[in-house]
């Protein structure tokens, strides 16, 4: 039971950094002017290089976002391992 709680909470902590910062480049997208690249999403939440003097319309939240899917990856295998633990158990 405590595995199920803990991957929970990790599952659900990964959820909730990565959808609030799609979220957060979702509604600064709106105000980008200049980017690089096919998505303007992708370039309000990871950025590109800078060159120059040019101004990076940029939140560069690629990190968090990435550990935030890794976060979530791992909170989704322990719940997977402890329901399969405990079909195995049942039978």
Do not use: C, H
């Amino acid at each position: 039971m405590k595995r199920i709680v803990i991957g929970g909470f990790l599952m659900l902590g990964g959820l909730l950094i990565t959808l609030t910062i799609i979220l957060s480049g979702a509604i600064y997208a709106t105000q980008i002017t200049a980017w690089s690249g096919k998505s303007k999403l992708w370039y309000a939440i990871f950025g590109d290089k800078q060159y120059g003097n040019e101004v990076v319309q940029s939140l560069f939240l690629g990190f968090p976002f990435v550990l935030g899917i890794i976060i979530t990856i791992i909170g989704l295998m322990i719940l997977g391992m402890e329901y399969k633990r405990t079909m195995e158990e049942r039978n």
